[in-house]
């Protein structure tokens, strides 16, 4: 019997309280998550094999998994099964696990991408794109704001914060998404993957700390000193982790390594200290939990053998559970039905249009003014405009401070999962002949030093 025959019976017991052996309200809430957890797994493995032979990377339909879980779907199709399964009732262990699994793949991103390697001589570069693809979507999204304010139903939120959150949704890029599909397409090794990870890196990092600054603003508890204490302790921090923390943390994993041959219980327990650690100080701090992640993860990714190991070890538990109930949280709270009328389309289609020109026109200019060909140009304008579900987070918050109303907030979801579809054919046309699969060390064999 298949997963999917015994759901509505596992859907049931769970809704009229569990009826299991050991019968208490632990037993209860864990057979609902297990109804929960055999669903999503069995979706996203349907989905994200349809999504392959459409040429689309795995994380491609992991995301699109999630939305057919959610009213967009499930819902619209069987609202009773759809509110039976998500009633509510697990949403804080799923906030809690989805949470957790970003955190991790922030980390396992910072791995996987050889910055020291591939950007000895493009931190200009960087910087450029990265400022450039983040001002000018955020002020074409700034200024084009008010025409999509006097389109809104009745009761409209306020301007100011409406025009600041607009701005917001059209800069934001998304490290783990891009990260992914780089490392799907076998793409990581390449500089413009680097490249466009540090770009997007600050990108993000810039557009955590204005989200912050617009969310106080729009609470009338904005400080500049606030600000100031925000900025100063995050680059303490990573000043901390790269001077004092690397050092010990590359010496415990190394010895670990030679001693044991491979990545042990022990060394997996502290890595998975170190980055719950700096996950809660940058969260903190002000910045959220997704970048204390990455800052560890950048920490280690010259060790090469620490990431094979921890990739063949760890990673394929993130990447198959953690995330899918990330990708399903998110598609729980977004309904693309949402939008019930032909101006409400067009308006959408508008929004792509802005979010879609400003940040490849901003990323792409920026790319040009440093030096970098037509093609690095137009492959970091397409990287730059993937936004997927950190835009998604952001929204969320706006939609919580009531600033976007509903059918903003589905139009602007609907443009963050485009760019995301989107980019993927883009990017392995672009990089065709680029593509690199290596395979894992094996775990008595030393990596070769470069250039041998």
């Known amino acids: 019997m298949s997963a999917l025959t015994l759901l509505p019976s596992l859907v049931q017991a769970a809704a009229q309280g569990g009826e299991s052996a050991v019968g208490t309200k632990a037993e209860e809430l864990v057979l609902h998550l297990l109804a929960q957890f055999i669903a999503i797994l069995a979706a996203t493995r349907l989905v994200v094999y349809v999504a392959r032979k459409l040429g689309q990377t795995n994380v491609a339909g992991e995301i699109l998994a999630g939305l057919v879980l959610g009213p967009s779907v499930l819902g619209a199709l069987a609202p009773g099964l759809m509110n039976t399964l998500f009633d509510g009732s697990t949403s804080q262990t799923f906030v809690a696990l989805s949470q957790i699994g970003l955190v991790l793949l922030m980390f396992q991103i910072g791995l996987e991408f050889e910055f020291k390697a591939n950007l000895g001589t493009s931190k200009k570069s960087i910087v450029v794109v990265s400022l450039a693809g983040l001002m000018l979507p955020f002020a074409m999204g700034y200024l084009s704001a008010p025409w999509f304010h006097e389109r809104l139903a009745e009761p409209r939120p306020s301007l100011f914060g409406f025009q600041l959150f607009f701005g917001i949704a059209m800069s934001i890029t998304a490290i783990p998404i891009l990260g992914r599909i780089f490392m799907e397409l076998g793409l990581s090794h390449t500089r413009i993957a680097a490249l466009s990870i540090g770009a997007a890196a600050i990108d993000d990092i810039a557009g955590w700390l204005i989200l912050g600054v617009v969310t106080l603003l729009v609470q009338h508890q904005f400080a500049t000193s606030t600000l100031l204490f925000r900025m100063g302790s995050l680059a303490a921090y990573v000043a901390f982790v790269l001077l004092v923390a690397r050092p010990l943390l590359k010496r415990f994993v190394g010895n670990h390594l030679r001693r044991q041959g491979g ?9 998975l200290l170190a980055v719950f650690a700096s996950a809660s100080i940058t969260s903190l701090i002000g910045v959220f939990a997704i970048i204390g992640g990455f800052v560890i993860g950048v920490a280690l990714h010259d060790d090469r053998r620490f990431v094979e190991e921890w990739k063949t070890r760890v990673s394929p538990l993130v990447n198959t559970f953690f995330l899918p109930i990330f990708f399903t949280y998110t598609g729980l709270r977004t309904s693309i039905g949402a939008l019930s009328s032909v101006n409400e389309v067009i308006t959408c289609l508008l929004v792509v249009a802005v979010a879609f020109v400003s940040k490849f026109g901003g990323a792409y200019a920026g790319a040009r003014f440093v030096g970098e060909n037509h093609r690095s140009a137009m492959v970091l304008g397409v990287c730059m ?29 609907i443009m963050a999962i485009l760019s995301t579809f989107i980019a993927t054919p883009l990017i392995r046309w672009l990089l065709r002949g680029e ?9 008595n064999e030393e990596p070769l030093p470069r250039g041998t």
């Not at 405009?385 to 602007?412: C, K």
């Not at 593509?435 to 775990?443: A, G, V």
């Open 385 to 413: 405009n993937t936004r997927a579900l950190m835009e998604l987070i952001a929204l969320n918050v706006g939609y919580d401070l009531g600033v976007l109303p509903r059918s903003m907030f589905t139009m602007l979801v």
């Open 435 to 443: 593509e690199r699969h290596t395979p894992s060390l094996p775990l």
């Open 263 to 271: 990545l042990e219980t022990s060394a997996v327990a502290l890595m």
